[in-house]
């Protein structure tokens, strides 16, 4: 499909171990976000990368979150020694340039992470 | 500290029943207010971009609308299917979104 693919659709993972979090964008999508979101919260920030600049991660929680974006595509979201706050479910959205010029971002339909 | 606050958090509708969810912004350096829905295990879907006050988008039974410091969206003779998750933003390169406001429309 065209559209942003997130994987894994779902993941249960033990307190203390760490996952990945895989963010395919729509091709030829510069701007690449990742959100959090919790049960009847909002939209989180972690996240964001714009072409070849710096990202942005003001939003990433703790030193636990970090995120990398390879070649400019694919993105991976890794929490390390995950605690039950954790639990949520990560948004990942691309868009052709940052959010500020049109405001149009295209989420994927999320990793739900539950952490036990 | 960057704020958006949505209301009502629910919202129940009957079929044809026209209402109005509110969107207060405090948001510094904003660049547009923008609105999304989301359906139950689905990512947002964009709506609307609102870039200055008194600007007005629509889309069928959607219409949006900006102040200096709220934004509205008003929904006309609405149908169940248009039942969702209906979350605002604002901001610059990173968007701060609000909480939502659930609506279900029942026939």
């Known amino acids: 499909g065209a559209g942003v693919s997130q994987s894994p659709s779902n993941k249960v993972t033990e307190k203390g171990k760490d996952v990945e979090l895989r963010c395919d964008p729509i091709?030829?999508?510069?701007?690449l976000y990742w959100y959090r979101q919790s049960l009847g919260q909002g939209l989180e920030f972690l996240i964001y990368?714009?072409?070849?600049?710096?990202?942005?991660k003001s939003g990433l929680p703790s030193d636990r979150f970090s995120a990398e974006r390879t070649g400019g595509s694919v993105s991976t979201l890794t929490i390390q020694r995950t605690q039950q706050e954790d639990s949520a479910v990560y948004l990942c959205?691309?868009?052709?340039?940052?959010?500020?010029?049109?405001?149009?971002?295209?989420f994927g339909e999320g990793s739900r992470l539950t952490v036990l | 500290e960057d704020q958006v606050t949505q209301s009502p958090e629910a919202l129940r509708l009957q079929e044809g029943e026209s209402s109005s969810l509110n969107c207060s912004y405090t948001?510094?350096?904003?660049?547009?207010l923008f609105w999304y829905r989301q359906d139950p295990g689905k990512g947002p879907e964009f709506l609307f971009t609102?870039?200055?006050a008194g600007e007005e988008k629509e889309k069928e039974r959607l219409k949006a609308t900006l102040t200096k410091k709220e934004s509205f969206l008003h929904i006309t003779a609405p149908k169940p299917e248009d039942s969702a998750t209906y979350l605002c933003?604002?901001?610059?390169?990173?968007?701060?979104f609000g909480a939502g406001t659930r609506l279900a429309v029942h026939p």
């Open positions: 959205a691309s868009s052709p340039r940052l959010a500020g010029n049109t405001g149009e971002l295209f």
């Open positions: 091709s030829g999508h510069t701007a």
């Open positions: 990368f714009q072409g070849n600049s710096a990202p942005d």
């Open positions: 948001v510094s350096g904003l660049r547009g």
């Open positions: 609102l870039y200055s």
């Open positions: 933003a604002g901001g610059y390169n990173k968007l701060i």
